[in-house]
């Protein structure tokens, strides 16, 4: 019996050895310039749209109207390339005391994401 549990120990030990020295699939693409720059905008959109929203009055208007925190990052993440733009740039655009506007281009998008379906929000509430 002991030298069937040690020859199965064996076994199993060849079969992981050889298992581990198979080459792994690795599939590697070129990523165009456009591709680069567009992805870059993004990450610039979102810190831009970010700082704002890390403002103490921005979150505390936004859970006035009841938006969770972590509502608005899955929301911010569902936007696409254009819509963070636009915000961005409603962002930049907005007077220096222009946070309840921001609030309300934030709110506004939301509610658009909550009509075409990609978000659904207002689900828990009867």
Do not use: C, W
């Not at 599939?27 to 992805?39: K, Y």
């Not at 905008?41 to 009055?57: F, G, K, S, Y």
């Amino acid at each position: 019996m002991k030298q069937f549990l040690q020859k199965s120990v064996v076994y199993v030990l060849v079969a992981s050895l050889f298992s581990l020295a198979s080459p792994a699939v690795v599939q590697a693409e070129i990523i165009g310039t456009l591709s680069a720059i567009e992805a870059a905008q993004r990450d610039a959109h979102l810190a831009q749209i970010n700082e704002v929203l890390a403002q103490d009055q921005v979150r505390a208007r936004m859970e006035a109207l009841g938006v969770e925190p972590a509502h608005i990052e899955a929301r911010l993440a569902a936007l696409t390339d254009a819509e963070l733009a636009k915000l961005a740039q409603d962002i930049e655009s907005a007077p220096a005391g222009g946070v309840l506007e921001v609030i309300g281009v934030v709110f506004i998008v939301l509610l658009i994401l909550e009509a075409v379906g990609v978000i659904d929000i207002f689900k828990k509430f009867p």
